[in-house]
């Protein structure tokens, strides 16, 4: 069975760091894309960042320069580090992958980040 397990939220200043972590049960070569998501209360859940099995990496622009998205396949982990945090990525994040071959995808519980100004 596939789970996705997201560890790392917390609260933290703005200007601050995080870096958060989402391990998977399975031997993440299975995926294409891996990814992180987020959502705000009152807000859909929204892209942030995106790893592709080549190693290619894409960010949604509110978060490009200050996110950096990896993925470990031998640890079985995909990361999201977050630098300069602003009270505006206060939400819950959730870390995504996309089955090889149909793109099932799959959902971690999520991890809280909050940024005080």
């Known amino acids: 069975q596939v789970q996705l397990v997201e560890s790392g939220g917390g609260l933290v200043q703005a200007g601050g760091s995080l870096r958060l972590s989402c391990i998977v049960s399975v031997d993440t070569f299975r995926f294409n894309n891996m990814k992180w998501h987020r959502q705000a209360p009152g807000k859909e859940r929204e892209f942030v960042a995106a790893v592709i099995r080549s190693g290619s990496t894409h960010y949604a622009d509110s978060v490009k320069g200050r996110f950096t998205i990896s993925r470990d396949n031998v640890k079985r982990t995909l990361y999201l580090q977050m630098n300069n945090l602003e009270p505006d990525d206060t939400a819950v994040y959730y870390c995504?992958?996309?089955?090889?071959?149909?793109?099932?995808?799959?959902w971690g519980q999520g991890t809280q980040v909050t940024v005080s100004s």
């Open positions: 995504s992958a996309d089955r090889l071959g149909d793109n099932y995808r799959y």
